[in-house]
Nanobody, 126 residues
């Protein structure tokens, strides 16, 4: 059974930093992509960033480019999202998700991901 467990959320002041973790287990895909999404109250879920296993290529939404960094530790089966220069508009529940993928790129379209974690709350105060 595929399991994804997010952690690292919390309350931080604007301009601060948080590092989210996504611990993955139970999947044996040779090639895959893992992505971070977020959903604020009353808004649709949006893609934030992704990384693929084949070449380690990454992608960022324009809203977080230059402030967020995605990385992976294959030995720990964990993907991280380092979030710097946080803004109040980054407040949301953050989810990680995984899909099989042999592509050399990754997508942040939520409809293409098959397995999801339970989410972790990030709140940025002004």
């Amino acid at each position: 059974e595929v399991q994804l467990v997010e952690s690292g959320g919390g309350l931080v002041q604007a301009g601060g930093s948080l590092r989210l973790s996504c611990a993955a287990s139970g999947f044996t895909f040779d090639d895959y992509a893992i992505a971070w999404f977020r959903q604020a109250p009353g808004k649709e879920r949006e893609g934030v960033s992704c990384i693929n296993s084949r070449e380690g290529s990454t992608y960022y939404a324009d809203s977080v480019k230059g402030r967020f960094t995605i990385s992976s530790d294959n030995a720990k089966n964990t993907v991280y999202l380092q979030m710097d220069s946080l803004k109040p508009e980054d407040t949301a529940v953050y989810y990680c998700a995984v899909r099989r993928s042999s592509a050399t790129y990754c997508s942040i379209s939520p409809t293409t991901y098959d397995y999801w974690g339970q989410g972790t709350q990030v709140t940025v105060s002004s």
